[in-house]
């Protein structure tokens, strides 16, 4: 059987811009900054004292793409969770600390990939930030000045007057200068705002300023629907410009759906290899089948593929032949019926009621002979 080249790039074949050159931490086992892909992180919503709900939360982030999860560390309960959560999760494990110095030590000791540190809740460390230094050294953990516009310093709230761009990046240089001291520079950086147009601003002039990587987030970004447009356009701004190293999408919603939002972010920019693409038109006065309808059972019909496979499901002729040609497998709809493409091919003509089934059916063959070929990666449905 000849093989189907699908012809969809492994990677951007045109980045939007040069990434902004950083330096390279270890998180674990993820290697961010320094030109190393932009990974993806959440953080898990269980308490981390309850050690088998924290791991199996884990273990679903990690199934659905999380590289680097996030825990929260409050009490004592949880730091001893620790050394078991680090040592028995698939990803890289970062524990969050706020007030409390002594349980940064606990997650250095534990194992963790890293640990965050919030310089607005953190006053009591910078006494401490010699002591810490020297542990992070030793253990080979990096460490996240996390700076939130919500628990800024009261230093630079009362210079500022509110969270500005400028106060954000003066409180992470500030407390990245006393690990400096230290000559700990094993760093990254977040500033983070609830405001897409501060956030971008404060990381434009963060990237300007250092050459820390940069771990993006907008912080409380909202219910699914909201932090999903507000978090795509700031990492999106960010991003096409270089900046940028590792994400977070914070949703008030449970954390998977931040890793497949960010996953999906990193794909449509082109900074993530593409799996299965739907190019679906939006229908219109033209349409002569029911596109909504065909491109809902494509999709849940091709869920879960993992080749790099574009499919393209088209209402009517004005764009259709066009597009499906484009697509790895597509389907141009007219009169009742669908003209089936495959690799810019028409290999059959269907009736509207055989289009889902014929579809799924080329998609698994491709399937079949690319998994054959040794291809990996992601692929694209389109229907239109
Ligand atoms: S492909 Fe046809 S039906 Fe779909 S939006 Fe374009 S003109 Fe309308």
Redesign the pocket.
């Known amino acids: 059987m000849t093989a189907v080249s699908l012809g969809v790039p492994q990677v951007p074949a045109r980045p939007l811009a040069a990434r902004r050159p950083s330096r390279q931490i270890q998180v674990g086992s993820v290697a961010v900054g320094g030109g190393a892909p932009v990974s993806v992180q959440s953080m898990t919503t269980t308490r981390t004292s309850d050690v088998g709900a924290t791991l199996q939360q884990i273990a679903e982030l990690t199934a659905s793409g999380c590289e680097i999860v996030r825990v929260a560390c409050p009490t004592q309960d949880d730091a001893d969770a620790l050394p078991v959560i680090a040592k028995k999760s698939q990803i890289p494990v970062i524990a969050d600390i706020h007030f409390q110095p002594k349980y940064v030590f606990a997650a250095i000791e534990a194992g963790c990939a890293a640990v965050r540190v919030n310089p607005g809740n953190i006053k009591k460390f910078d006494d401490q930030v010699k002591e810490i230094a020297a542990a992070a050294r030793d253990h080979g953990t990096p460490v996240r000045i996390g700076v939130n516009a919500g628990s800024l310093d009261r230093r630079l709230l009362r210079k500022y007057g509110k969270a500005t761009p400028e106060a954000l990046v003066e409180s992470a240089l500030w407390e990245a200068s006393l690990f400096e001291e230290h000559g700990f520079r094993d760093l990254k950086i977040s500033v983070k705002h609830n405001d897409p147009v501060v956030m971008i601003e404060a990381y434009r002039q963060l990237a300007e300023r250092c050459d820390y990587p940069l771990h993006l987030g907008v912080t409380e970004a909202g219910p699914a629907f909201q932090g999903t447009v507000k978090s795509a356009v700031a990492f999106g701004a960010l991003l096409s410009q270089g900046i940028g190293d590792t994400i977070r999408v914070s949703l008030s919603a449970p954390p998977v759906e931040e890793v497949k939002v960010g996953i999906q972010i990193l794909r449509s920019l082109g900074l993530k290899e593409r799996r299965l693409e739907i190019v679906s038109?939006?229908?219109?006065g033209?349409?002569q089948v029911d596109?909504y309808r065909l491109a809902e059972e494509v999709t849940a019909g091709l869920d879960g593929m993992e080749v790099p496979l574009r499919v393209a499901v088209?209402?009517?002729v004005?764009?259709?032949p066009g597009e499906a040609r484009e697509a790895d497998l597509g389907v141009a709809s007219g009169n009742g019926k669908g003209q089936i493409f495959v690799k810019g091919e028409v290999v059959r003509t269907v009736p509207e009621s055989k289009i889902v089934e014929t579809l799924i059916e080329e998609a698994m063959k491709i399937a079949e002979q690319m998994e054959k070929d040794g291809a990996s990666g992601e692929s694209a449905v389109t229907v239109?």
């Open positions: 038109c939006p229908s219109c033209r349409a596109v088209m209402g009517c004005v764009n259709g239109s």
